[in-house]
């Protein structure tokens, strides 16, 4: 397993935004394709967005497409996620996680998770 640590949350206005790191604990980080969740109070965890291991592949969720970017730096073991044009909807606990494949949706086939970073967009 890796060790993930997110950073970047906050408390945010509609149309702002934010930056979100994630930092794994690892000597092989290019053998982990890397996604963003986020989970609202109430409601499922859903995967927001995926990168695969080069990063060269990206996939996003319709509701974010177009207003969030997903990248990573494999020489300091780092991804990010760039969200603008936040959005009230977009608030939920924003958690990193890592996969060997590429692209999974579903929460279940991630080995490691992060503790979770809050994200709330004000409107």
């Known amino acids: 397993q890796v060790q993930l640590v997110e950073s970047g949350g906050g408390l945010v206005q509609a149309g702002d935004s934010l930056r979100l790191s994630c930092v794994a604990s690892?000597?092989?980080?290019?053998?982990?394709?890397m996604a963003w969740f986020r989970q609202a109070p109430g409601k499922e965890r859903e995967i927001v967005a995926a990168?695969?291991?080069?990063?060269?592949?990206?996939y996003y969720t319709d509701s974010v497409k177009g207003r969030f970017s997903f990248s990573r730096d494999n020489s300091k073991n780092t991804v990010y996620l760039q969200m603008n044009s936040l959005k009230p909807e977009d608030t939920a606990v924003y958690y990193c996680?890592?996969?060997?494949?590429?692209?999974?949706?579903?929460?279940?086939?991630?080995?490691?998770w992060g503790q979770g970073t809050q994200v709330t967009v004000s409107s």
């Open positions: 690892t000597r092989t980080f290019t053998t982990y394709a």
């Open positions: 990168i695969s291991r080069s990063g060269g592949d990206t």
């Open positions: 996680a890592a996969a060997y494949s590429f692209p999974v949706l579903t929460p279940s086939f991630y080995s490691s």
